[in-house]
């Protein structure tokens, strides 16, 4: 196994198994039947505007419910917060969960976005020699440990002949990924949108392969198991506002780029663009999802990039 690798499995694991031997939980972190707690990443575009609407609040009012907004940096650390009951739901990508509950954690799967595979891709500079999947073969490669384009990069050499130990991974977040390829110190990076469509328009990069044909991109909502037993009516109420919300952008996607633009600090053309790779639809958690779930926890277990196997329906209230 790649040195690399198995330091970034130990961090990852460590800071969650910090988070989980942790003494007894602080009082917030505690489920509260008047309140409902979501975590959110700034790029998860429905979700924030469900955020600057306002309606989700209305929603709830009459049920003595109020809402408050958690924003995490990446999946990783936003399932961290779910598991401490810091926050009662929140929406991460397919990588996220198998990793969390590896470690431990207990949430359960509520919902999923329709595929996304337009979504994440593997970019390079314009002027490198890679020019195919298989021309990867030896070199860095940056990303999110952890994240949903974790199991895109192992999927994507696989079905190339290649396999995770023949690249080396670069584990970096976003920002600090993309100045590591504009600089010439890694070789390619996966990312996700928003920030594929910014590099693809603000750097001298080409994309060499996104997910279609290779991974689904399903994006998922997740709930801290207690809440989602004693208030599914909290629940179905935030599921049915997601898709009102996703409606509207889908029907307004310039007007809902305009008014992501400051929020996520990228000029509107191209949160745009990223819109237009999403679907916006949601749909309960199912057992053909849960299956693709359990292929990718099944080979992160094989390729020891998890430490034990796990079972992605003990992450369900059935």
Do not use: C
Request: proline share 4%; aromatic share 10%.
């Amino acid at each position: 196994m790649n040195h690399s690798t198995h330091r970034g499995r130990r961090t990852f694991l460590a800071a969650v198994g910090a988070t989980l031997a942790g003494a007894a939980l602080p009082a917030w972190a505690k489920y509260q039947a008047d309140q409902f707690r979501i975590g959110y990443q700034k790029s998860a575009s429905t979700l924030v505007l469900l955020k600057a609407h306002g309606t989700l609040e209305k929603r709830l009012a009459p049920l003595g419910v109020k809402v408050s907004w958690n924003e995490f940096t990446a999946g990783p650390q936003l399932l961290e917060g779910l598991n401490v009951g810091a926050i009662d739901f929140g929406y991460v990508g397919e990588a996220p969960p198998v990793f969390a509950q590896a470690a431990g954690a207990d949430f359960v799967y509520t919902a999923y976005e329709l595929p996304a595979p337009r979504a994440e891709g593997v970019v390079v500079a314009k002027n490198s020699p890679i020019k195919t999947v298989a021309d990867l073969k030896g070199k860095k490669i940056a990303f999110n440990r952890g994240s949903d384009v974790h199991w895109f990069i192992v999927a994507l050499l696989r079905k190339n002949g290649l396999d995770f130990g023949d690249i080396q991974p670069v584990y970096l977040a976003p920002a600090d990924a993309r100045a590591a390829l504009e600089q010439g110190s890694i070789d390619a990076w996966a990312i996700w949108d928003p920030f594929l469509a910014a590099a693809q328009a603000q750097s001298n990069v080409r994309l060499l392969a996104d997910a279609q044909g290779v991974a689904s991109h399903h994006e998922f909502f997740l709930s801290q198991r207690e809440f989602a037993q004693k208030r599914a009516n909290v629940i179905a109420i935030v599921m049915e506002e997601l898709n009102r919300q996703g409606q509207w952008v889908k029907q307004n996607t310039a007007a809902a780029a305009a008014e992501l633009a400051p929020i996520q600090g990228l000029d509107a053309s191209i949160i745009q663009t990223s819109l237009e790779h999403y679907a916006h639809v949601y749909k309960p958690i199912d057992a053909e999802v849960l299956a693709e779930q359990q292929r990718i926890a099944d080979t992160f277990y094989e390729l020891k990039l998890i430490p034990r196997k796990i079972v992605t329906k003990d992450a369900t209230l059935a």
